[in-house]
């Protein structure tokens, strides 16, 4: 079984899922990273020399390389929820945590989350808050959602997920 985070861009998927590997089992793999290895360049210059339906093919295929493994927590990319294949294929053998912060959480993160995300580059405030209200109903169809707040340690939504994860298994049994 494995874990999957998804969430807006700069919600914390990265540091988050750090802090659950680092805290139980479950070893680490992230989509974003697997797309940069497997194109061999940046996102940013997958987006500028490919453009986005090139990076979402290579995503697919990332996701569909990480949903085949199992004891992972798997940091995925803001977008892959909008592709229900992708859900589809990571709920096989995942659980689907969505991490959910206000706007305004995303707002002050923007500075420092800019420059690696072609997605935030260029982009008015209205933009960026246009896109995270159009996600919110892929986001939604999570199996698991966690309100996410500045100030709070990483290990503490780690030590969060860890026990939602274990009830909502109970749960589903
Ligand atoms: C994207 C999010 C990025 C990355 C790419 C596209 C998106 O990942 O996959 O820039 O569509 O929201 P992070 O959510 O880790 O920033």
Do not use: W
Request: charged residues 30%; hydrophobic residues 40%; positive net charge.
């Amino acid at each position: 079984m494995n874990i999957v985070l998804t969430g807006f861009m700069a919600s914390g998927k990265t540091q988050i899922s750090k802090a659950i590997a680092a805290a139980s089992k479950y070893k680490l793999i992230d989509t974003d990273d697997m797309i940069v290895e497997a194109a061999g360049k940046s996102i940013n210059r997958i987006f500028s020399e490919d453009g986005e339906t090139e990076f979402r093919l290579i995503e697919r295929d990332a996701i569909c390389r990480a949903a085949a493994l199992d004891g992972y927590v798997i940091a995925t990319g803001g977008g892959v929820p909008t592709n229900r294949a992708n859900m589809d294929e990571l709920r096989k053998n995942g659980i689907i945590v969505n991490l959910a912060p206000n706007f305004s959480v995303i707002q002050e993160r923007l500075e420092s989350a800019r420059s690696s995300r072609p997605l935030l580059r260029n982009q008015s405030i209205d933009e960026i808050k246009k896109r995270f209200d159009d996600r919110k109903p892929f986001y939604e169809e999570c199996d698991i959602k966690i309100n996410i707040i500045n100030g709070r340690t990483p290990h503490s939504y780690a030590i969060e997920i860890l026990k939602a994860v274990e009830s909502y298994i109970k749960t589903k049994r």
